[in-house]
């Protein structure tokens, strides 16, 4: 069984541009979560997808944006990057179909905004 | 009221000791109450979860107590080990929802 994978794993980039990050989900889930974490902080949540669509959005800007594909890989995509978006940025996948849904995380993109 | 409020901070404890983390929430609606551990450059590992219809979960080491009334529930790591040092989340969630909301940490560093 493979877990949730990210990538990529650091990733530098100046204020004003954009940026895609990947998640593949855990083989048999079929939801992704995005979060964000700053340094020393909880995960915030972003937005989660399933079915290919949003499905729930945390306190976060429309430049925040994503996708869900059908073999429920997800991306997620940063437009006009402020300085404040550096965090590390979690993908979770969990299953619907199975018991408490837990969320399964991967191991974060690392975005740091010059 | 979406808040979940953890403490400590930080905490130092010596190997062989209990390590005891506590959480608050104010939202009578989160039904799923799950802990996570992670460690430097990883990802968030669930550890262990309990529902509010349970005072008590068990998984090894680690214990979750959870008081309903009083809307706080606390993680407990029995004989702690310098391998458990590493930064501990709480977190809630609502019945109708996927989103998790996080405590602020608790980093735990143990001593040989």
């Known amino acids: 069984e493979t877990g949730v994978t990210q990538s990529p794993t650091h990733l530098i980039k100046t204020r004003g541009q954009q940026v895609t990050l990947r998640c593949s989900s855990q083989s048999g889930h079929n939801t992704v979560s995005w979060y964000q974490q700053a340094l020393g902080q909880g995960p915030q949540f972003i937005f989660q997808y399933y079915r290919e669509e949003e499905n729930g959005r945390g306190n976060f800007p429309p430049r925040f944006s994503g996708l869900q594909f059908p073999n429920y890989s997800s991306e997620l995509n940063v437009n006009a990057l402020e300085l404040d978006d550096s965090a590390l940025y979690l993908c979770?996948?969990?299953?619907?179909?199975?018991?408490?849904?837990?969320?399964?995380f991967g191991p974060g993109t690392r975005l740091t905004v010059l | 009221q979406q808040q979940v409020k953890q403490s400590p901070q930080s905490l130092i404890v010596q190997k062989g000791g209990i390590s005891i983390i506590n959480c608050a929430y104010e939202?009578?609606?989160?039904?799923?109450f799950p802990w996570y551990q992670q460690f430097p450059g990883k990802g968030p590992a669930l550890l262990i979860a309990?529902?509010?219809?349970?005072s008590e979960k068990k998984e090894g080491r680690f214990t979750i107590s959870f008081n309903k009334s009083a809307k706080q529930f606390s993680l407990h790591i029995m004989d702690s080990q310098p391998g458990d040092s590493a930064t501990y989340f709480c977190a809630a969630r609502g019945w109708n929802t996927d989103k998790l909301i996080f405590g602020t940490g608790t980093r735990l560093q143990v001593f040989p």
């Open positions: 309990i529902r509010p219809d349970v």
């Open positions: 979770a996948s969990s299953s619907r179909s199975t018991g408490d849904n837990e969320q399964f």
């Open positions: 939202n009578t609606a989160f039904d799923y």
